[in-house]
Structures are given as C-alpha cells and as structure tokens.
C-alpha cells in the first residue's frame, strides 16, 4: 500500500462517525422519529456547569439515572471513528516512512476545490486555483500521530466521563467533527485546506465550549471563542491572499520552492513579513495569545475532555503548527529585516521588518503574563488554561527565534502532559461531584491514588524537572533563545519556568495536600474514576515521561536530538545568502543555562511547597504575601482586567454602541430620506392639488361657467316672442352692413 | 432545444391560468396545482444544468428570436448564457420551494396568492431570458406587480406601506434605467444632444449594444452608466438605497421574502453583469467610478452587519445581512477581475440559498408562535432540536464557514478584491467577523439558555414538510462548498468575457483575454479602445 492513496481516508472515518452520530442522535431526539425522547434538561451535572448546578448528591459514578437512547452506538462509532483514524494513520506514516525515509513528502490530489481563473497576480498572471489535496511529510506526520492518538485516547476516557449525560451522542458527533476537522487541518496540502480545518476545529470548539448550552455562561463562552477566532482568522485570510497574490498558489510545495529559490523577490518591500504578520494574526487567535487570548480561559466552560483535548493538545498548538509550516517566510523575513536595517537595528525596526521578533516577543510575553495570571487562580481548570497559554507563549518563543524543532517539539511533549493533567483535573471533578475550586479541595491524595499518581507525574513533566517530557522542550527552546542573542527574552522565559513550576506545585499541593476543605457529604463520596478513564490518564503520563528522550540536546549526546534530525526535510534550504550564519555557544555556556534553567525550576517547586503546605496554618504565608501586595493580588487575580476593557471598548462599544447609532442612522437618516421624499411628494401633491382645485380646475370651472352664465343670458333671449326674433335679425342685418360699409 | 426558454415563460403563467379557473373554496387542488407547475418547470429548467455549451463558451444558447414591433426594431429575443442559466435554476428551484412552503403559512385568499407566485416566477425567467431590452424592461416591470400585491395583501401590520415602498423605490429606479435604454436606442440611431449616432437601423439587441460598446464615447457612458447604476442599485439593494428591503422583508408573506432575497436582488446584480459592465465599460473601469462603488459596496458590508448585530427582529436582522452579503458581491464585480467576478456571481447564487434558507427558518418559527421578536424566544434547542440543527447549518453556511458554500464565494470574492487593492479586501474582511458575530448572537438568543417562556415549551419541531422545504437548499450549500468546481465551470466563460471587455476598455495588457482565447495571443488594445477577439459576441450586430 501506498502512503499517499491511503493518506485521504484518514480524516474520512470521523467524518463518517460524526454523520452517524448526529443523524442517530437527532432521530432519537425528535419528534421526526416518532419517539418521545426524554427533552428535559441538558447538560448539568459536571462541574463545567456547576454554579448552577448545586452539588448535591451526585449523578454520575453511581450508577445512571439517565436513559441514553443507542448510547452503545455513540460509543462504539465515535471511539472506533478516532481509532480507525490512529491505526490509519501508524500505517501511512510507517508506509511513508519506508517509502521515502521521511526525507520528502507525498501529496495526493483530491479534486480542484476553487478555480478562480486566470488573474493578475503580483508577480504574474497565473491560474489561480485551490485544490483539496493532502500532505504527508514530517511536520504533518508528526501531528498527525498525536492527535489521532491522544484524540482516541480522550475518546475513551469521555465514555466514562461523559456515561451520563443526556448529551451523550451530542458530545461524541463533536468530538468526531473535531477529529475530522484537525485532522483537515493538519494534511492540508495548501493554506487553504489548513484553514478549512482551521476553521472547522473553530467551530467544534465553540459547539464543545457551549455544550451545556442552557447555561449561558457556556453559551457566551463558546460565542466568544469563536468571534476571537475569528478576528485572527481575518488576519489569516490576508496571509492568505498575500500568498494568494505572491504566487498565484497557495500549495505550500509551490509556494516554498517559489521563496527558497528567490527569496529576494518576495522579501522586497516587506511583503513577506506582512504575509508572516498577518498569518501570525491568525496564529494568535487559535492558539490564544496576546491580543487574543482571552477566550481560552473561558473555554473551560465546556466538558473536560474538550478542553483536553482542544484546549490544550491539539486545536490551539494548531497556530504553532502554521507558523512552522510557514517557517520559511518567516525566516526570509528574518533576513530580509536584518539585511535592510543593517548593523543598527533598533528593538522598533526589528518589531516592524522581522516578522519572527515579533513572534518571539509576543509569545515571550504571552508566557510570561499568562503565568502570572495563573498564580493567583483557584480553579484549578483556570490554572491549567492559564498554564497552556504561557506554554504556547513558549512554542511561540521558539518559532520566533527561529528555532521551529525546538518549538514543535514542545507542541508534541506539551500535548502528553496538559493532556494528562486536564483529564486528571477532570477525574478530580468527577471524583469530587463537580467541584472545580481548588479551596474546597485537598487532601485527595489517598482517596484518588491513580488520579493523583499521574497528575504528579505531568506536574514534574511540565515543570521542567530533569529526565520527564517538558524539561527538554523547555529546556531547548530557552537555550535556543539565549544562544540566538535574546538575552532578555530569555530571561523573561527562565523567570516564566519558575513560575510555571511555582503555580503548578500549588494546584498540586491545594488538590492533593493537606486538609480537605469541601462540604462532607461530597467526601462521603470521592471515589477513584472508572478504568476507562484511568487508563488513559496512564498512557498520558507515561508518555509525559518518554517522549522527550526523542530530543535529546545535542551538547550532551551528539545526534541525540532525533527529533530536530526526524523534521528536519520540513525546513526549506535558503541559498546561502539568506541562511543565518550559525550561532555557535560552547558547551560551557549550553551546560549552565542547562543547569540554570533546572535550578529556576528547582526554585518554583521549593517555594510552592513552603508556601502551602508548611506547618500547622498552612494558608498564613500566601496570605501575608497578599496583603503585602494587594494591589499586585488584585489585578492578577482579575487577569489584569483585560476582559472587561474588551468588553467594554470593543463589545459594548464600538460594535453594540456602533450598531445601535447606525440602526438610528438607518431609520432617520437614509430611511428618513426617503421617507423624506415621500412626504415632500405627498406635500407637493396636497399643493398641486390645492392649486389643481384653485387655479387649473378654477379655469375650467371658469370656463365653464362662463359658459354657463352666458347660456343662461342667451336662454333669456329665447323667449318665443316674435318681435323679439325680429328685433334680433334687424339688428345683425344692421350691423353686418355696418361691417361691411367699414372694411370695405 | 429551441423553446425551452419560452417554455419556461409560460408554464407558470399557464398554471396561473388553470388555477384561474379552479374554485377558491378547493384550495387542496390549488396548491397541488401550484406546486406541481412550479416543479414541472423547475425539471424543465434542467436541460440549463447540463448544456455543456455554457462550460465552453460564453455565448447564449437557447436562442429565440422572432420579429415583434418591427417598426421599432422591438424583437421577441430570448437566451441565456452560464450566468443567467444558473440564476434561472435558483429561481425555479426557489419557486417550487416557496410555494411548497406556503401550504400553512397562507391561510386567505389562497387562490390569489398561488397565482400571483406563478406570474412572478414568469417575470423573473423571463427577465434572465430576455435579450431585447424592450422585452427585458416588459418583464422587469412584470414582476413587480404580483411581488407588490404578494406584500400588500399578505404581508403583516405594516403591508400596504412596505408595498408601496417597495414598488415606488424600485419604480422610481428602473424608470431612470428606461430613459438610459431610450438614450441607447436614439444613440444607436440618429442620435441626440450633442451625441452623434451611430446611424444604425432602430433595434433593443442587447447582444447589440454589447458589440458597439467600444463606440460609446466615454462622456455618454459615464451618463448611461449612472443611470443603469440607479436602476440596478436600488434593486441590490447597495448602501445608501436599501431602506426598502428591510420593510419590505419584514412584511412580505414567507415566500415572498424567499423569492425577494433569493431571486429579486439578484436581479440587480445581474444587471451589472449584463448591461452596466459590458456595455459601459470605460465608465465602469474608470479609476472613479470604481471606486465609488467599492467604497458604497464595503460601506455596505460593515453597516449592513453592524445594523443587523443590534436587530431585534430576526427577520429584520437576515434582510440587513442580505445588505452585507450583497455589498461582497458588488465588491466582487467591481473588483473588474475573473477572481471578484466569478465569486460574485456565485456569491449571487450562494446567497439565495442561504439567505432564502434563513427567511423559510424563520417562517417556520414564525408560524408556529407568530412573533419574529428575539427577545420571545430561548433556548429553542431543548424543545426544537432538528430545527435547531438545520438553522446552525444554513447560519454557518450564510456566515461563510469553509465546506459549505458562503465561504468559497466570500473568499474568492476577497480574493479579487485584494488583488485590485489589498486595502479593499482588508476592509470587507471585517464584514467576516461580524458575520459570524451577529449571526451567532442570534443563534444564542433564539436556541441556547434556559425554556424563558412558557408559550415555547410546547413548540413542534418541524414537520417533515418543512425539511422537504430546507433539504434542497442544505444539499446545494454542501455542494457548492465542497465540490464548487461545475458551479464556476458554467460562468466561467460569460464572466472571463465581461472581463475582458473590461480590461480591453482600461486598456490593460490583456492577460484575461489571452487566456481566454486558444490563439496565441490577443492583439494589445493601444490608445483606442479595441474589443479582443473573444469578447466580441458571436452574432453579428443585426440590422433590425
């Protein structure tokens, strides 16, 4: 078998799973089908939608109460759906792989999506057409593996997590919609079929986020998803038109040879570095980074296994994975910004010529800011949000300073432990009867062992110690971005570390330490989740353990870093001119940021032990540092009110505000007009009409009596007298005579 | 196939007749009656679909010509090519679907109003039939009639001033249009003012005026262009001359607001693509003139989605999109490339499905609790759940989400546009957010959240009639998102040929027109304006 001819059927099996599931679903909801499904209340019962939910006796984990019409075939069709698309996918990639080492990539060709025909491009007068076309090659290989994987794996742990909801076959259409749509996303040979999946994942997200949609905290959620989404998404479309307009195509075969073999062209006049920037947009949306990365927290809204699994394996390390499928108009950009700014770039010029320092910056910053955000949150759902945007922030800094391995690999690691960590958070809400607030929990340690094994595991992966998952990514991409001359940014990454391994021992040390501070009947009945649930929390977390030792730095072992080697045909050669001259650090300087970077890590896990659970009143030390700084408290606490600016300058304002002045607009003004015009002519008619009646109709009517009065005066005359006629004839006789004797 | 065209004509009216003579009381027979009219054209109306002419060329096939007023030179002259095949089979195919919508919605007079849909859909084959402009204008005004009487006495509270708003507007514009074909006619002739003619024999051809288009003097084009422009804007409806279609839309019957969204404002379109762009293309590509459309075409955009996000009535809040959605396809046209053309004529088509969609949505809901009013509804997906899935569907393909058909014609339409100018593409892209922004709003207050009021707890989902109603239109969204490729392959060639003349007008190097052609290469226009081969049409210029 071929890789390529197998490579379409991938995406097709969630397809498929979703139809089934919808249609099943929907025939057994309605009317249409002749049943009287039970149509009462949905959603309810987790967590996601427990503030109004009261946390009474629980329904879920002892035994349901809830009737789910053909819930053996959700189940069976929407695991198996992900599964086939697992095995699928190992098949085509060891296929590939045989085929051509995973040196060079196969495509096939669908069929042509959108002929635009022949227009004017920037640089020519081409064909302009789209094809729906699929590409394996190490990049999308890569994805392509985790996302089928973990995708099943959250399959299989949402049947036990989701066994009773009423929206049970609901949940698993998504789910299947989601699959086929990131996978879309994923093998898209063009930009354009990325952002068919780009878009679709968009959507499952928001139909996920407001899956308990009675609710409508999850409702608005959802909706601000996607609006948030969309704004980056116009940014991608003029990425997308740019390219459109570049090169006539937008395959990314086309485009890429077109740029590596003449860079110049396309950098000229900064065209690359809009199309970089604009993507970029793009990329901020989908992957929640500043500006846009306000949706992600309110994300949580939706079930756990979603927020596992879009938000924060696969979906929004989507934006990642376009900045490094586009690496080489990034690093074009790069050099374009160096080569024009020469010797004296300022932070200002490199900001607007090098499309990758922004990158860097924003991601940079994001980490930071969304880290210390994270500090001060007790949900421990908003933690682990807040925790994936900085992480992003991290894939994003290593893109930036074009280290793209460096930050896809953190993709991939980060994927096995937020992964793990959500579904864990999601057992504890589970075993807890939907309780998210880490101030009523703690000391679950020995009543969820499983859960909490795992999620210790994950926390050390993410936290940066030696020798698990997150160390080597992380540790890659701070040395990459010191090493690429960004000492600041390094600095901001390495104080991130530690505040990453700081928040992160405090959700460990609030859940599982210490007293338990829930109501007690709630205690009565924590129990550890079912194995369909655990065992995938269990395969997570051993992969939070191994799947870094594919990227070991090459300082400690040469060639140990299998992974950059494994993408490395992803990365177009630029000619000479255009390739940085490599950075060379020593080994000294690699080693102590190395051992830098694991004491800053060291650091954050020490204090947030002290801090929570030292002594008898284990809440005294993070109490007084709160008082110390309320202010600082206060506004990390309120996420540095960025929503509520948002809110109130672009929702309320311009858009409602704006909405609401142009509707008055509409009516008085341009309706008015015509409206205007309508009473101007009735007016005019009312006038012409008086005048009509005065003067025209006056004139007739003048006329005619005129006539009239003159008939009545000549009816006189008719009297019938004799002489009377006479009198008449003699003197017309007279007076004709008189005229003729005159004019003659 | 001769008299296919005809047949189409007259088939509705046909069954207008019938009915005619049917008794009212018997309105079982009547409606089966319309309906089966309305499908049996709308199979008639097939043979378009599979002509493979219109995918080779951009001629007119399915001619007809027969002498009428000869004394005028007023010819009987039917045809259509790729562009107006396609919107005759949205039109058809609307038709049937409206009137099968109807079967509860219309309750009085239903003889009347059965007839008057079938003399509108006479009215509308016929004007994207027609290549006489005398028969063109006969038909146009034809179809306002049964439109205005559909508003006025089916329509809701406020119908006799929607009605009457409705048909002056639309009056006051195609008059205007009138005097433009009379100043062609006498321009064709003897001439007038200080206008030369040409010293033609008195004819209306409109396959005419496109061949003597270069021999318009730029000055009479210019007038004739704004003139036509008035005409065809007001029916678009563009921003700032579309305060009718709100009123209009918000009274009109189900139906009617159907057939005026899916077909009636594609009239205006069609319009631009067949007289004002082809026959006045200097004026058109005037560096001025464009953009002055554009500008109104995104204004369009962003106010029409801006206006619609703060709607409190549903139906209100789909006719202003329809003003956003249009201003894409103005945007498109103007854009005077293949990429903005060929979006906006499916854009065009899209349009119809998913905005005819939304109106036929709400008509269902309407029917069912008579109130439009957001605020009446909530959490509709509890009580409602299929129709609540078919309204995701038509709202995600009417905010242009890929896979489903708004988004290949938005995109290609921003395509062309940015290719034009980037800043214009940069502009109406907003108009995608806000798409999906009022759109979703909409769907949130009417589907999610708790059972608010009582009167909506017992709603019926829809009956299988109705989703006989939707399902065409949901198959076609799907279609055209997903395989668009024989949808562009028949207006390809009409809407390269307009493109063309364009270009041959600007005096740009014809690129468009050499890839059109097989020769080689297609002689550059110089300084006068030389129509290229392939964008002169294929029957000569007739005497009369």
């Given at each position: ?42 959603g309810g019962g987790h967590g996601e939608a427990h503030a109004a939910h009261a946390a009474g006796?629980d ?102 997590y ?39 994942v968009g959507?499952c997200s928001y139909l996920l986020i407001g899956y308990y949609h009675t609710k409508d905290f999850a409702a608005d959620a959802g909706k601000k998803a996607f609006v948030m989404n969309r704004i980056g998404d116009w940014g991608f ?40 920037l604009?993507?970029f947009v793009g990329a901020t949306g989908k992957s929640a980074q500043i500006p846009l990365y306000v949706w992600l927290p309110d994300a949580m809204a939706g079930p756990t296994p979603v927020s596992a699994l879009i938000h924060a394996a696969t979906m929004v390390t989507a934006g990642v994975?376009?900045v ?22 300022t932070v200002w010029?490199l900001l607007t010529?090098?499309a990758s320092f922004v990158v860097a910056v924003v991601g940079g910053v994001t980490a930071f800011v969304a880290a210390t955000i994270g500090l001060a949150q007790t949900d421990i759902k908003k933690v682990l949000a807040y925790s994936t945007v900085s992480q992003l922030g991290y894939m994003f800094l290593g893109c930036g300073v074009?280290?793209?391995?460096a930050g896809?690999?953190h993709v991939?690691t980060h994927a096995w432990f937020k992964a793990c960590l959500f579904l864990g958070s999601g057992s504890v809400i589970h075993a807890l009867s939907g309780e998210q607030e880490m101030t009523a929990m703690g000391g679950l340690r020995s009543k969820i062992?499983?859960t909490y094994r795992t999620m210790l595991i994950a926390t050390l992966a993410i936290a940066g110690v030696?020798?698990l998952a997150g160390f080597?990514s992380k540790d890659?991409i701070l040395g990459e971005t010191f090493?690429?001359?960004h000492p600041f940014l390094w600095a901001l990454a390495a104080l991130t570390a530690g505040l990453t391994a700081f928040y992160m021992f405090r959700l460990v040390k609030m859940t599982f330490f210490g007293e338990y501070r829930g109501p007690k009947e709630t205690w009565?009945h924590v ?10 929390l269990?395969?997570l977390?051993?992969?939070a ?48 940021l190395?051992f830098g970077s694991i004491a800053i890590a060291g650091l954050g896990i020490l204090l947030a032990t002290t801090f929570f659970y030292k002594g008898s009143a284990p809440w005294a030390l993070p109490a007084k540092v709160v008082a110390a700084f309320p202010n600082a408290y206060r506004w990390v606490k309120n996420k540095y009110f960025v929503d509520e600016a948002y809110e109130t300058v672009f929702v309320n304002g311009l858009v409602k505000k704006g909405g609401r002045l ?83 | ?305 801006l206006?619609?996000m703060v ?67 909530g ?51 907003v108009?995608?957010i806000l798409?999906a922004a009022y759109?979703l709003w909409?769907y949130q207050r009417?589907?999610f959240g708790e059972?608010k ?92």
């Amino acid at each position: 078998m071929s890789a390529a001819d197998f490579l379409p059927w991938i995406p097709v099996f969630p397809l498929v799973g979703f139809l089934v599931n919808g249609l099943v679903y929907l025939v057994a909801h309605s009317k249409l089908g002749g049943k009287d499904a039970p149509l009462g209340a949905h959603g309810g019962g987790h967590g996601e939608a427990h503030a109004a939910h009261a946390a009474g006796p629980d329904d879920h984990g002892h035994g349901g109460h809830v009737d789910i019409p053909f819930k053996a075939v959700h189940t069976w069709v929407g695991t198996l759906a992900s599964g086939l698309s697992f095995v699928f996918a190992l098949l085509v990639i060891l296929s590939w792989w045989k085929e051509t080492g995973g040196h060079r990539e196969v495509v096939t060709t669908l069929w042509t999506w959108i002929p635009m025909g022949t227009n004017a491009g920037w640089f020519g007068a081409p064909d302009f057409t789209v094809d729906v076309a699929f590409r394996l090659d190490p990049l999308s290989a890569l994805m392509l593996g985790f996302v089928t994987l973990i995708g099943t794996l959250i399959h299989v742990y949402s049947v036990g997590y989701m066994g009773h909801d009423e929206g049970y076959g609901r949940f698993f259409a998504y789910l299947n919609l989601f699959m086929f749509s990131m996978l879309t996303l994923v093998l898209g040979a063009n930009l354009a079929i990325l952002f068919v999946g780009w878009e679709g994942v968009g959507l499952c997200s928001y139909l996920l986020i407001g899956y308990y949609h009675t609710k409508d905290f999850a409702a608005d959620a959802g909706k601000k998803a996607f609006v948030m989404n969309r704004i980056g998404d116009w940014g991608f479309l003029m990425g997308l038109f740019a390219c459109v307009a570049m090169f006539g195509t937008v395959d990314f075969n086309g485009m890429f040879s077109a740029v590596s073999t003449n860079p110049a062209i396309y950098a000229a006049g900064g065209i690359v570095t809009f199309t970089c920037l604009a993507l970029f947009v793009g990329a901020t949306g989908k992957s929640a980074q500043i500006p846009l990365y306000v949706w992600l927290p309110d994300a949580m809204a939706g079930p756990t296994p979603v927020s596992a699994l879009i938000h924060a394996a696969t979906m929004v390390t989507a934006g990642v994975y376009m900045v490094a499928r586009c690496n080489v108009f990034f690093r074009v950009s790069h050099e374009w910004a160096l080569k024009t700014l020469g010797e004296g770039a300022t932070v200002w010029g490199l900001l607007t010529h090098d499309a990758s320092f922004v990158v860097a910056v924003v991601g940079g910053v994001t980490a930071f800011v969304a880290a210390t955000i994270g500090l001060a949150q007790t949900d421990i759902k908003k933690v682990l949000a807040y925790s994936t945007v900085s992480q992003l922030g991290y894939m994003f800094l290593g893109c930036g300073v074009l280290a793209f391995g460096a930050g896809m690999f953190h993709v991939f690691t980060h994927a096995w432990f937020k992964a793990c960590l959500f579904l864990g958070s999601g057992s504890v809400i589970h075993a807890l009867s939907g309780e998210q607030e880490m101030t009523a929990m703690g000391g679950l340690r020995s009543k969820i062992p499983h859960t909490y094994r795992t999620m210790l595991i994950a926390t050390l992966a993410i936290a940066g110690v030696p020798g698990l998952a997150g160390f080597f990514s992380k540790d890659l991409i701070l040395g990459e971005t010191f090493i690429q001359g960004h000492p600041f940014l390094w600095a901001l990454a390495a104080l991130t570390a530690g505040l990453t391994a700081f928040y992160m021992f405090r959700l460990v040390k609030m859940t599982f330490f210490g007293e338990y501070r829930g109501p007690k009947e709630t205690w009565e009945h924590v129990h550890e989740s079912p194995a369909t649930m655990t065992v995938p929390l269990w395969i997570l977390a051993i992969g939070a353990v191994l799947v870094g030792w594919w990227g070991i730095p090459n300082f400690i072992v040469p060639g140990g870093n299998r992974f950059e080697a494994f993408l490395h045909p992803a990365f177009p050669v630029l000619p000479p001119d255009w390739t940085p001259h490599p950075h060379h650090a020593s080994h000294a300087l690699e080693y102590g940021l190395m051992f830098g970077s694991i004491a800053i890590a060291g650091l954050g896990i020490l204090l947030a032990t002290t801090f929570f659970y030292k002594g008898s009143a284990p809440w005294a030390l993070p109490a007084k540092v709160v008082a110390a700084f309320p202010n600082a408290y206060r506004w990390v606490k309120n996420k540095y009110f960025v929503d509520e600016a948002y809110e109130t300058v672009f929702v309320n304002g311009l858009v409602k505000k704006g909405g609401r002045l142009l509707w008055e607009v509409d009516a008085r003004v341009v309706d008015g007009l015509v409206n205007g015009v309508r009473h101007l002519t009735v007016g005019f008619s009312h006038v012409s009409s008086w005048f009509d009646k005065t003067f025209v109709d006056g004139a007739v009517n003048g006329v005619g009596d005129t006539f009239q009065a003159a008939w009545k005066g000549y009816g006189k005359l008719q009297s019938g007298q004799t002489q009377g006629y006479a009198f008449v004839m003699a003197a017309g006789a007279f007076a004709l005579v008189c005229i003729y004797i005159i004019f003659a | 196939m001769n008299g296919l065209l005809s047949l189409l004509i007259l088939l509705p009216t046909a069954g207008a007749l019938a009915i005619l003579f049917l008794p009212r009381e018997k309105t079982g027979p009547i409606k089966a009656l319309a309906t089966a009219v309305a499908g049996l054209t709308f199979f008639a109306s097939l043979p378009l679909w599979f002509a493979r002419g219109f995918r080779e060329s951009a001629g007119f096939l399915f001619r007809e010509d027969l002498s009428w007023i000869p004394s005028l030179g007023v010819r009987y002259s039917l045809g259509v090519d790729g562009i107006a095949a396609l919107l005759i089979l949205l039109t058809t195919l609307l038709s049937v679907i409206s009137i099968y919508a109807s079967y509860t919605a219309v309750k009085t007079r239903e003889k009347e109003y059965y007839i008057f849909l079938l003399l509108l859909e006479t009215g509308m084959i016929g004007v994207f039939c027609a290549l006489d402009f005398f028969l063109f204008y006969v038909f146009w005004e034809v179809m306002l009639v049964p439109m205005y009487f559909l508003i006025g006495v089916w329509g809701g509270p406020r119908k006799l001033y929607a009605a009457i708003k409705f048909f002056l507007y639309t009056l006051f514009g195609s008059v205007i249009m009138l005097v433009g074909i009379i100043a062609l006619y006498f321009f064709n002739t003897t001439g007038f003012l200080w206008w030369k003619g040409l010293g033609n024999a008195p004819t209306f051809d409109i396959l005419h005026f496109h061949a003597i288009a270069p021999q318009i003097p730029p000055d009479l084009q210019l007038w004739l262009f704004w003139a036509f422009f008035l005409g065809f804007a007001i029916k678009v409806p563009m921003f700032p001359f579309h305060t009718w279609l709100p009123d209009a839309h918000v009274e009109a019957p189900t139906a009617g607001s159907v057939i005026l969204a899916g077909v009636l404002l594609k009239m205006g379109t069609y319009g631009f693509l067949r007289f004002s762009l082809p026959i006045f293309p200097s004026a058109a590509s005037t560096r001025w003139v464009q953009l002055t459309v554009v500008v109104l075409a995104i204004v369009g955009i962003l106010y029409g989605s801006l206006v619609a996000m703060v709607q409190k009535d549903i139906k209100k809040l789909v006719a202003y999109s329809s003003v956003a959605h249009l201003g894409f396809v103005m945007l498109g046209f103007f854009a005077l490339n293949n990429a903005g053309m060929q979006g906006g004529v499916l854009q065009s088509i899209n349009h119809g499905l998913s905005t005819g969609g939304l109106f036929l949505l709400v008509g269902i809901i309407y029917e069912r609790r008579h109130t439009r009013q957001i605020a009446d509804f909530g959490g509709l997906s509890q009580v409602m759940p299929v129709y609540a899935t078919l309204f995701m569907i038509i709202a995600l393909a009417s905010l242009g989400l890929p896979l489903l058909n708004g988004f290949v014609g938005e995109f290609t339409i921003l395509v062309g546009a940015f290719l034009a100018d980037w800043k214009w593409a940069l502009f109406a892209g907003v108009g995608v957010i806000l798409g999906a922004a009022y759109l979703l709003w909409l769907y949130q207050r009417v589907f999610f959240g708790e059972l608010k009021h009582e009167e909506n707890k017992g709603l019926q989902d829809v009956n299988l009639r109705e989703v006989l109603t939707l399902a065409p239109l949901i198959v076609c969204c799907v279609w055209i998102g997903v395989y668009p490729k024989p949808f562009f392959a028949m207006t390809a060639p009409a809407s390269a040929k307009i493109v063309a003349a364009l270009d041959a007008a600007k005096g740009a190097p014809p690129a468009v027109a050499a890839a059109l052609s097989p020769a080689p290469a297609a002689p550059v226009p110089s300084a006068t304006p030389v129509v290229p081969a392939a964008a002169l049409p294929e029957t000569a210029p007739r005497g009369n």
